[in-house]
């Protein structure tokens, strides 16, 4: 049996799969990872309490089960909220406690970011995708979700899209991103962590058995198949996606992100 639950937490930047991730994981049986992501609420008398208070919300959920009553109230008037669908359960514990956080969610929320930095307890997944190209423009597509008519998540194919991505906007978003992931990797190098590619994770719509055997032993965990009814929402090539990739090909050339291109 088990008497305290394990925390854990996978570390990510938007669009970088964690959302498939946190669905492969919830799918084994010891452990409860609810497609949690940490959203402010749009009230801002709530954004000040919730944003003070984070560390001890995130102390509540490993220790208890609890969802934030802030965030349930944002989802039920479909505000952006903490969690989703009928994964909103008050209450509901199991070996492994788990969520999922963003590097600027952490940053955003001093009490949320001192409370992961000084638990050393707690296990991290820290994830990263590879190509930093591909998830600027995965990023600014989910910003003009509504307006492209296309969900940033989907359990069947949607239909294509394409945008237009600002050059400059994009070398600056990527060297944030990279900056941050190797800031936090610095910072929590006294926890036990492991480091995961998107790339490498992910076999058609489960965990790669590499990646699936290096998470279940951070975790203490026997491995097994886990999965997600999740499917790529964007074409594999830059060319389908960008229409000024011809643009995007010159202004990144001699860059660090030369190499994303195709």
Not at 92 to 118: D, F, W
Request: hydrophobic fraction near 40%.
């Amino acid at each position: 049996g088990w008497c305290r639950p394990m925390k854990a937490i996978i570390l990510a930047s938007q669009r970088s799969g964690s959302t498939f991730l946190a669905k492969c994981l919830n799918s084994h049986p010891q452990i409860r990872c609810p497609n949690v992501e940490l959203f402010l609420p749009t009230d801002w008398a709530d954004r000040l309490r919730f944003v003070w208070q984070a560390g001890g919300q995130l102390e509540r959920y490993f220790t208890q089960g609890l969802i934030p009553s802030v965030v349930i109230n944002a989802h039920r008037t479909s505000k952006p909220a903490w969690a989703s669908g009928d994964e909103l359960n008050d209450r509901e514990m199991a070996p492994v406690m788990m969520t999922k956080i963003m590097h600027n969610q952490m940053l955003g929320c001093p009490s949320l970011h001192r409370y992961v930095l000084s638990h050393n307890d707690i296990r991290v997944i820290h994830l990263r995708r590879a190509n930093l190209l591909k998830q600027h423009v995965s990023n600014m597509l989910t910003r003009r979700s509504t307006e492209l008519s296309r969900p940033p998540h989907a359990t069947e194919p949607v239909r294509a899209a394409a945008i237009r991505i600002r050059p400059q906007l994009a070398i600056w978003h990527m060297r944030l991103v990279r900056a941050l992931h190797n800031w936090y990797s610095r910072r929590l190098s006294r926890h036990p962590m492991i480091e995961v590619v998107y790339e490498t994770l992910i076999e058609a719509n489960r965990l790669s058995d590499e990646a699936s055997t290096l998470i279940c032993n951070l975790l203490d965990l026997e491995p097994e198949p886990l999965g997600a009814d999740l499917v790529k929402v964007n074409p594999d090539s830059l060319r389908d996606i960008v229409t000024n990739y011809d643009e995007l090909v010159q202004a990144l050339a001699g860059t660090e992100f030369e190499e994303f291109l195709e």
